[in-house]
């Protein structure tokens, strides 16, 4: 510990040591205000938009009783210029589910995907469904399963 010899050196060394403090606190804050700088320019990244793409709305129109051996039509109704894909399936007289392909076709002006298909006689009595998906700027949309009736709805 210095002992001073007057007051007016004490004065000035305890002036000089709260410099010093001083000094101490600003570079903390300087410290503390870079680090909080670095922090948000790390945390910085630019504002992005997405374009809003809307869903292309798919439904299926199918009818609801089918008769063996009789031709039915089945109907996507989406975008222009989509491509469509769609299979039937039944049981048949086996009791074994079967599922016919139908082939892709691509939407005409108004949206619509059209099949004629013969529902054939060896479909056993129940239910038969369609199912489909659409392709559209290289993605995939599935369309639900809807179901039909073979001979008599239940």
Request: proline content about 6%; glycine content about 6%.
């Given at each position: 510990?210095?002992?001073?010899?007057?007051?007016?050196?004490?004065?000035?060394?305890?002036?000089?040591?709260?410099?010093?403090?001083?000094?101490?606190?600003?570079?903390?804050?300087?410290?503390?205000?870079?680090?909080?700088?670095?922090?948000?320019?790390?945390?910085?990244?630019?504002?992005?938009?997405?374009?809003?793409?809307?869903?292309?709305?798919?439904?299926?129109?199918?009818?609801?009783?089918?008769?063996?051996?009789?031709?039915?039509?089945?109907?996507?109704?989406?975008?222009?210029?989509?491509?469509?894909?769609?299979?039937?399936?039944?049981?048949?007289?086996?009791?074994?589910?079967?599922?016919?392909?139908?082939?892709?076709?691509?939407?005409?002006?108004?949206?619509?995907?059209?099949?004629?298909?013969?529902?054939?006689?060896?479909?056993?009595?129940?239910?038969?469904?369609?199912?489909?998906?659409?392709?559209?700027?290289?993605?995939?949309?599935?369309?639900?399963?809807?179901?039909?009736?073979?001979?008599v709805c239940q």
């Open positions: 510990m210095k002992i001073y010899q007057d007051t007016d050196q004490r004065k000035n060394k305890m002036i000089c040591v709260g410099h010093r403090e001083d000094n101490k606190m600003k570079k903390r804050i300087k410290y503390i205000l870079l680090s909080l700088l670095l922090i948000q320019v790390g945390c910085y990244a630019p504002e992005q938009s997405y374009p809003t793409i809307m869903p292309t709305p798919i439904i299926a129109q199918i009818p609801e009783l089918l008769k063996r051996g009789e031709e039915y039509t089945f109907t996507i109704h989406t975008s222009p210029d989509t491509l469509c894909h769609a299979g039937i399936g039944y049981y048949n007289n086996q009791d074994k589910w079967t599922k016919e392909d139908l082939p892709t076709i691509k939407s005409d002006e108004f949206g619509n995907c059209r099949w004629i298909w013969a529902l054939p006689t060896n479909v056993k009595k129940g239910i038969g469904e369609f199912r489909g998906y659409i392709e559209q700027n290289g993605e995939e949309r599935n369309i639900y399963p809807a179901t039909f009736c073979v001979e």
